[in-house]
T-cell receptor, first 110, second 116 residues
Framework: RKEVEQDPGPFNVPEGATVAFNCTYS??????FFWYRQDCRKEPKLLMS?????NEDGRFTAQLNRASQYISLLIRDSKLSDSATYLC???????????WGAGTKLIIKP | DTGVSQDPRHKITKRGQNVTFRCDPI?????LYWYRQTLGQGPEFLTY????????KSRLLSDRFSAERPKGSFSTLEIQRTEQGDSAMYLC??????????????FGSGTRLTVV
């Protein structure tokens, strides 16, 4: 079993739709959680950190369920520019090494 | 430019040759990481430096791979006797260390290696 698992994708959704990404992690000692965005042939860029209380940044909402070892990312009112691969990232418990999911590709269609 | 820079952006090499990549982190960041990413996968951890000390190496880092950060600033990653399986994007990232929670890395644009 992979340490971080994401929906395989791709997700094809119309512009303006709401899309949700799911991620599970296996290491219960994990302490920090992130969502990164990666455009084609570019480096990953931090989208948002994920906190136990849940957090929101504009159209993006991230949630963490420690009991279920589950992380989610919700994008509301999706834009064409949201098309990218979204990577779920988990700290391995040692505060420096991050474990990455394989990513879920999102394609927003006009 | 205050970001993480990597050089070269692209490298094509023949199997069996040695290659070296360079990473210049954000100047105030004391932690530096090397990752490898293949198509359709997330980045895989290779190694990590805190200042000039190499504190962890993944088992992915075979004896053909070596990384250095001699003065705690820039880092180099060398691959000896390259194999076709080494073809990937090599990503460097840096972050601030300390007791604060990690707020994620800043990545460089990567070096794309193609071994032919």
């Amino acid at each position: 079993r992979k340490e971080v698992e994401q929906d395989p994708g791709p997700f094809n959704v119309p512009e303006g739709a709401t899309v949700a990404f799911n991620c599970t992690y296996s290491n219960s000692a994990s302490q920090s959680f992130f969502w990164y965005r990666q455009d084609c042939r570019k480096e990953p860029k931090l989208l948002m950190s994920v906190y136990s209380s849940g957090n929101e940044d504009g159209r993006f909402t991230a949630q963490l369920n420690r009991a279920s070892q589950y992380i989610s990312l919700l994008i509301r009112d999706s834009k064409l520019s949201d098309s990218a691969t979204y990577l779920c990232v988990v700290n391995k418990g040692s505060n420096y090494q991050l474990i990455w999911g394989a990513g879920t590709k999102l394609i927003i269609k006009p | 430019d205050t970001g993480v820079s990597q050089d070269p952006r692209h490298k094509i090499t023949k199997r069996g040759q040695n290659v070296t990549f360079r990473c210049d982190p954000i100047s105030e960041h004391n932690r530096l990481y090397w990752y490898r990413q293949t198509l359709g996968q997330g980045p895989e951890f290779l190694t990590y430096f805190q200042n000039e000390a190499q504190l962890e190496k993944s088992r992915l880092l075979s004896d053909r791979f070596s990384a250095e950060r001699p003065k705690g600033s820039f880092s180099t990653l060398e691959i000896q006797r390259t194999e076709q399986g080494d073809s990937a994007m090599y990503l460097c990232a840096s972050s601030l260390g300390g007791d604060s929670p990690p707020y994620g890395y800043t990545f460089g644009s990567g070096t794309r290696l193609t071994v032919v």
